[in-house]
């Protein structure tokens, strides 16, 4: 058992009918009726950070929903926001081996064998973004120009540097993307982390873009990596 956020960033919610009702407030009509489709089809929203300029409660949870883009590309997002109790059900992001059946033909041999790797080795990599979204509601979100969304999420300092070798690997014949977390809250692209420790040679001085629950900033790799500590050590003492 690992300690995160009750609801971190990229998990899966689905709301009760008190959450749809609360996540429709204030909304315009065309937002109320995305939302209601959403709610017919049973679809689930994703956990996002909170905007800096809404105030959110401590009992509220900032949702989305990312609808499939149109003929010029856009891509219309719909940010809400409702109370815990609201939340009927939640769940990680997908694994690989889940969005496999729905990736294009060109892209399934590359994931197979990456999702081979990842049960061998042990580790943790998920995929949210446009591939998990047209896996969970059939809809076209999927691009010529679209990437594989990773979440890869360490449980210690050694998966970090096979989780990255793979990820790396990979990124040679297959449109990967994403992020990599470092402790309890604190997600980097894990492309810019390669590049730092690439360009720096393990300087933990250097800093990088971190993605939290609650707002972005700037921090030290190796306040990060003590972070990773941190997490691990707690891990080792939940049973």
Request: aromatic share 6%; glycine share 8%.
């Amino acid at each position: 058992m690992s300690l995160h956020p009750d609801f971190p960033r990229h998990n899966l919610v689905w709301l009760s009918e008190q959450g749809w009702y609360a996540a429709g407030a204030g909304l315009s009509a065309d937002c109320v009726a995305i939302l209601q489709r959403w709610q017919r089809e049973d679809w689930p929203l994703v956990v996002r950070r909170a905007d800096a300029d809404v105030d959110v409660g401590d009992d509220e949870v900032c949702l989305g929903i990312a609808l499939p883009p149109d003929a010029q590309g856009r891509k219309l997002r719909v940010p809400i926001k409702t109370p815990r109790a609201g939340i009927r059900l939640t769940r990680e992001p997908l694994e690989l081996v889940d969005v496999l059946p729905t990736a294009p033909l060109h892209w399934q041999s590359g994931l197979r064998v990456m999702t081979d790797e990842i049960r061998a080795q042990g580790l943790d990599l998920r995929v949210y973004g446009s591939l998990a979204l047209q896996t969970l509601t059939r809809q076209a979100y999927l691009r010529d120009t679209s990437d594989i969304d990773i979440l890869f999420r360490p449980a210690n300092r050694l998966q970090l540097e096979q989780g990255m070798a793979l990820l790396a690997r990979h990124a040679a014949c297959l449109p990967l993307d994403g992020e990599v977390l470092l402790g309890q809250d604190n997600a980097v692209a894990w492309k810019e982390w390669l590049q730092c420790m690439a360009d720096g040679e393990g300087d933990g001085a250097q800093r990088v873009l971190v993605k939290q629950l609650h707002g972005v900033q700037l921090q030290r790799v190796d306040g990060l990596l003590e972070a990773l500590d941190a997490l691990t050590a707690i891990d080792k003492k939940i049973p």
